[in-house]
């Protein structure tokens, strides 16, 4: 079958994927492209074999040196593979000159993860974000891929007709056979308007919520964030053993003991190298970890790679400007940890973390205590005196501290509490008659 024709042809049928991973010399190896497999898994393949090379340098026709490119044909005919999948970013012309050595579909990291995205966006911000960000990756692409691209009916991966394409052929689904740049520029333009747009309208509710505290959970892809959300509250969110499941952000309150009220917000899974084009693209999603007061980093203790997603999170945290957040570091899914050296380390490295499990509900009373302190930021106790009818106060401060003391006095009442130094402002902010902060009485 010529190249084109693999590109274009419809199949209903999971690819068999050869994954490679070139590694320059000197760098740490990929774990055994565990995180590989994983993505391609989620994308439908059926990985058939795995290759990886110590490269020198890169070589510009292939990535990988022609005679490894070679071996790599060998294996494709030897394991009836029709797909190989690239744990690096290639430039077209390398990914071009090995289809045509190799005889297989090509496609990298990017391309892979992109794809995953298109078959999970379900929303209407999802999809425009996912196709803006396949755009700009095939611009620079369209000599190769757009063909491929075009031949895909409907308005994405996400629709049934792009779920029936091989992985690599789920894209934005422009119905133009023959598209030029121009009009690719102008889609891009389009929807980054449109994006825009969704971006000020969730700016505009974030800043509504203005006076409540809000926690967001963050996280490596297929953590166990959503469940968490479902467990704590009535969020009622997606849940799918399978990387990705979830690309929308779900916003619930969480009722904290003694009446305190959060926002707790999921938002998109992380993983290594996410592509730059998804993180520019998801920037309206990320908003969410970006304006939080608490960021919740929900680790996966059964996996053995914990200690790197840890790091990789905390790359995409920096890259978006929330490492100097409050963070607190969540091990989650301790029912089904086999290896308890990984969570001897993990809790000897982070020994403020607490330990749970969003399915069963174990460790979430302590989860909650923490959460609490961290809400209250330290506790003070005040005397506020206000109007006998002025119920937003009083309601206020039942929901939100400690009554102490109450004492009624012709139309006023005085009102002894202690609260946490993080609800002070609110508390100013409804603009009692008389504010006293006791000194010396800080807990």
Partial sequence: MKLDKMRETLQVRKERAILVAAVPQGQKDYDDLNELTALAESAGAIVVDRFQQKIHKINPAFYIGKGKAEQLAGRVKRFNADLIIFDNDLLPRQIKGLEELIGAKVIDRSELILDIFATGAKTTQAKLQVELAQLEYTYPRLTRLWTHLDTVAGAGGATAAGAVGGIGTRGPGEQQLEIDRRLVRKRITDLKRDLEDIDERRKREIASRKGLYQICIVGYTNVGKSTLLNTVTDADAYVEDRLFATLDTRTRKWQLEGGAEVLLSDTVGFIRHLPHQLIEAFKATLEEAITADLLLHVVDVSSHDAASQIESVNNVLTEIGCNEKQILLVLNKIDMASGINTMETLQTLYPDAIAVSARTGYGLNRLHEAVLE??????????????????????????????LDEKYADSTVTIKARIGKNQLINLKRLRPDKLEMLKGQII
């Fill in 374 to 403: 961290k809400y209250k930021g330290g506790e003070i106790i005040v005397k506020v005196t206000v109007s006998q009818a002025n119920g937003k106060i009083q309601s206020f401060l039942r929901a939100s501290s400690t009554i």
